[in-house]
């Protein structure tokens, strides 16, 4: 297939799911073995085992009330649960085509290179790796195998971003000149996570840093954070729950975010561009649309409470996308340089806000050719 027409079938794929069309996408179903069945890992079993272009072979996870939670849930019979001790089958099988990585962050870089070299295309929840020369050997890993690599950012194929970013490219706003974004998760995630999570700035800041760059088309060129730990359970593991980040961009566009691990509201999800021809902003989003008006006020119901409901599309086209560049009809959106970039900015945010100091990256010095 030539590359026009598998940019042609991307773009109809992407935009008739965003309608809810169904596309032609062939008899052939993609084999897929689930890796972690954890809060992502559930969260993408859910979206494989809906989607018709797919078929979960297996899931492999070392709890067992997790795997019998799923198993009592779904009810599965053509899907074969395995511990981790148990799965170098999945990459001797050939009815295996892809991988999903969803096992803490520490495992990825060793199971997406495994995946690769066996011949399996590998959607891996990020950081591929807990270092830059990791990222490196996983993406030369996947250069060598011929198979797609797809890290993922998710909110990329939230439809509202989405919409953001192309009446940016658009120039529907004019020139840029700040962008605000705000994450705050709805409660405190589990010590158990939170040790395996890589800190506030790999684990939450990552997705707005990638959002921001994406939407911009560029990359900044200082960063500057402050971040502190009021829940004494952060400062026990030496991170932080709230954090102010700033970066400055080559075109004078100037970003401000602010994270934090926990409203009790809900999970605050908010962006705005603001330009020389107006703003554009995208809030959040409510199980429903009803407002309520009476003699006392007017009311609405919470936001989505998780994350699982906030980016419920984004996740569902971030697997049909998987799907279109493991079947050949795209590649993938999310490149070696994009994994690299964010990676890095997140490292220079964490040094600014450990050290108080503006932080600057120069990006003429690349690790590796194989990440330009």
Known sequence: MCAAAATDYRYLSYEAGLKGVKTNVGANKVGIALFGLGRIGTIHFEKILSNPRSELLYCVEKSQSRTDYVQNKWKL?????????????????????????????????????????????????????????????CYEAASKAGKPLLCAFNRRFDPG??????RVERGDVGQIQVVKTCSRDSTWPSLEYLNTSGG?????????????????????????????????????????DTAGIVMNFPSGVISLTDLSR???????????????KGM??????????????????????????????????AYSFEIEHFLDTVQGFSEAEIRPHDTYATSKIASACEESARTGKIVKINWEQSCSVTLL
């Open 262 to 276: 926990s409203a009790v509201y809900g999970y605050d999800q908010r962006i705005e561009v603001f330009g020389s």
């Open 161 to 166: 971003f989405k919409n953001i970013k192309d």
């Open 200 to 240: 506030l700035f790999h684990d939450c800041a990552i997705h707005d840093i990638d959002l921001i760059c994406w939407i911009l088309g560029e990359l900044p060129t200082s960063v500057y954070a402050h971040s502190h730990a009021f829940n004494s359970l952060f400062k026990d593991i030496d991170d932080f």
């Open 77 to 137: 019979s053509n899907t074969r649960m395995l511990t981790p001790t148990e799965s170098d089958v999945i990459f001797c099988d050939p009815q295996v085509t892809a991988v999903v990585i969803c096992t803490p962050t520490q495992t990825h870089e060793q199971l997406v290179k495994k995946a690769l070299e066996s011949g399996k295309a590998v959607l891996c929840e990020k950081p591929l790796s807990l270092t830059i020369e990791g990222t490196v050997k």
């Open 280 to 313: 554009l902003n995208s809030g959040n989003i409510r199980p429903t649309g009803v407002v309520s008006h009476c003699s006392n006020g007017s009311t609405a119901v919470p936001i989505c409470y998780s994350f699982a409901s906030r980016y419920n599309d």
